[in-house]
């Protein structure tokens, strides 16, 4: 079973809007985390953002927020005021057991943003 | 601080030919990692290690070997190259402790082509 979906393969939004990835999870582990990571055509990864599974806000990072609804195990990433920078890759990824496991991260396959002028 | 390195960017192989592909951080993290990325894919683990001396596979292992004699560094090892292993490698790290975060910093990849 998949332990990270992302159910969009290409996401379109205009400039300036606000923009929903969605993810979703599958875990029994009562502590995990969940982050976001952006890959540009250059390749690299880069950490967007970071919820833990006791944080009780949503985390933000600038333009960056995390709608975490734990009952529906959902992590959707919220980008407001896109910007044509911010055409990526987006990846969903989870930890689990952070004692036991070494943090390795499982993640999602990614969903392609593009954002137009 | 140069964070994780890995050398080589590119590689051409031959099937049934062996490689290593180098990794090493300057960050003092104990925990390093090996992930490869297919076309249109997310991220998969190969390996793993909590510190020098101590590794363990991850989902998908077969193929490849690692060692963790040093701290800084995390060769993986390819002994006979196959198709199948065309891909981009990641090399990742992290510091057990952060309270918060802990968050995984990735190498620039390195592509890798079996022919």
């Known amino acids: 079973a998949q332990k990270i979906t992302q159910t969009q393969p290409g996401m379109f939004v205009q400039e300036k809007e606000a923009v929903t990835l969605d993810c979703t999870y599958d875990?029994?582990?009562?502590?995990?985390?969940l982050f976001w990571y952006k890959q540009p055509s250059s390749g690299e990864m880069i950490f967007l953002i970071y919820q833990g599974s006791y944080d009780q806000q949503n985390a933000t990072e600038g333009r960056y927020s995390l709608n975490f609804q734990k009952a529906r195990k959902s992590a959707n990433l919220v980008i407001s005021a896109s910007q044509l920078g911010d055409s990526a890759m987006y990846f969903c990824?989870?930890?689990?057991?952070?004692?036991?496991?070494?943090?390795?991260?499982?993640f999602g396959q990614g969903t392609e943003l593009s954002v137009k002028p | 601080n140069a964070g994780v390195t890995q050398t080589p960017k590119f590689r051409i192989l031959k099937i049934g030919q062996s490689m290593t592909l180098q990794c090493a951080q300057d960050m003092n993290h104990n925990y390093m990692y090996w992930y490869r990325q297919d076309p249109g894919m997310g991220l998969k683990l190969i390996y793993y290690?909590?510190?020098?001396?101590?590794?363990d596979k991850g989902e998908v292992p077969n193929g490849y070997n690692v060692s963790r004699s040093t701290t800084e560094d995390f060769p993986l090892r390819l002994e006979l190259a196959a198709p199948s292993q065309t891909s981009v490698y990641f090399c990742?790290?992290?510091?057990?402790?952060?309270?918060?975060?802990?968050?995984?910093?990735f190498g620039p990849g390195t592509r890798l082509l079996v022919l």
């Open positions: 875990t029994s582990d009562p502590s995990y985390g």
């Open positions: 990742a790290s992290r510091q057990w402790g952060l309270a918060d975060e802990e968050t995984q910093y």
């Open positions: 290690s909590v510190g020098a001396g101590i590794t």
């Open positions: 990824a989870m930890r689990e057991d952070i004692y036991n496991q070494g943090g390795k991260l499982i």
